[in-house]
């Protein structure tokens, strides 16, 4: 059972560590919840998956609007029917 340091450091088991992806340098927030304390890894990217899709893929042509890919779908049901 994890136990605390003198340092007020505390050694997260390595189950809970690899189930919530933790890294080192990983941003921890705690919150008091009467006698307990709540551990939350930090999220700190504020871009979603779907808009850094070009970046990750290194991609640099041009984007399109979601109203865009609506209008091709449409366009693309009307052609087939």
């Known amino acids: 059972m994890p136990t605390l340091s003198a340092y007020g450091d505390i050694h997260i088991p390595d189950n809970l560590i690899h189930a919530l992806g933790l890294k080192p340098g990983t941003e921890l927030a705690f ?16 871009v979603s998956q779907v808009d ?30």
Request: hydrophobic share 40%.
């Open 31 to 46: 919150e008091r919840q009467g006698d307990a304390i709540i551990m939350r890894p930090v999220k700190t990217n504020k």
């Open 52 to 81: 850094a899709g070009p970046k990750i893929l290194a991609y640099t042509g041009s984007t399109v609007t979601l109203e865009e890919i609506d209008e091709a779908i449409a366009k693309a049901v009307a052609q087939s029917l």
